[in-house]
Structures are given as C-alpha cells and as structure tokens.
C-alpha cells in the first residue's frame, strides 16, 4: 500500500476509471466512495477511498476479491438510512441481485 499516493512507478498522476454497478433491473448506479485510479506511466491499477484528506493507495488486482471488494463499496454508499423499514441498500432490489452478494460472501 502507497500511503504518499503514488505509483510503486513513482508517478502522481493517474486516470480516475468511472465505478459503477448494475442491478438485476438494468439500472446503472455509481460508487461514490471509492475512486479507481490507474497509473498513466505503467498502467498499474489502485484503490483509494474518495473521502477528504490523505490517500492511501491499494493494489487493484482483477479477479474475485475486487468485485467482492466493490459490491461492498457499493453497499456503503447506497445504505438505505433515511427509511429503516425499506431495503437495507438501494442496489440491493431483487433476488437476483441477492444471489450476486451471496455468490461472494456478502451478508
């Protein structure tokens, strides 16, 4: 992990790659607490959280764990906390997407 935000490269610049998750209903929504950046100079892949301050940097590696890695980022930001009595996440819609989060161990 990067705690300056840099590339293990040593580059500070990056391009920000748009997060998003589809629902079983077709519907598009972002993920607005995480960026995922990739370095312009080795095209190396991170993770950082999009919250103010300092940012640390987290390897992105393809594969399961960054989707499970992403559904979980996705929950965070679409926690229902305005209705208690609705679904626990707006993403969260049908049985098919519930499938989807238990297929990688999400509760």
Same mark, same amino acid.
């Given at each position: 992990?990067?705690?300056?935000?840099?590339?293990?490269?040593?580059?500070?610049?990056?391009?920000?790659?748009?997060?998003?998750?589809?629902? /079983? *209903?077709?519907?598009?929504? =972002?993920? @607005?607490?995480?960026?995922?950046?990739?370095? +312009?100079?080795?095209?190396?892949?991170?993770?950082?959280?999009?919250?103010?301050?300092?940012?640390?940097?987290?390897?992105?590696?393809?594969?399961?764990?960054?989707?499970?890695?992403?559904?979980?980022?996705?929950? /965070? *930001?679409?926690?229902?906390? =305005?209705? @208690?009595?609705?679904?626990?996440?707006?993403? +969260?819609?049908?049985?098919?997407?519930?499938?989807?989060?238990?297929?990688?161990?999400?509760?």
């Amino acid at each position: 992990m990067s705690d300056d935000a840099r590339c293990l490269c040593g580059s500070r610049i990056f391009f920000q790659k748009p997060t998003v998750i589809t629902t /079983a *209903s077709g519907s598009i929504r =972002d993920i @607005p607490s995480v960026f995922v950046l990739e370095c +312009v100079r080795c095209a190396r892949a991170f993770y950082a959280d999009s919250e103010a301050g300092k940012k640390t940097l987290r390897p992105y590696v393809p594969g399961v764990y960054a989707e499970t890695e992403l559904f979980k980022q996705a929950l /965070a *930001s679409w926690r229902n906390k =305005d209705k @208690p009595e609705s679904n626990d996440s707006h993403i +969260v819609l049908e049985d098919a997407d519930k499938a989807d989060f238990a297929r990688l161990g999400i509760e």
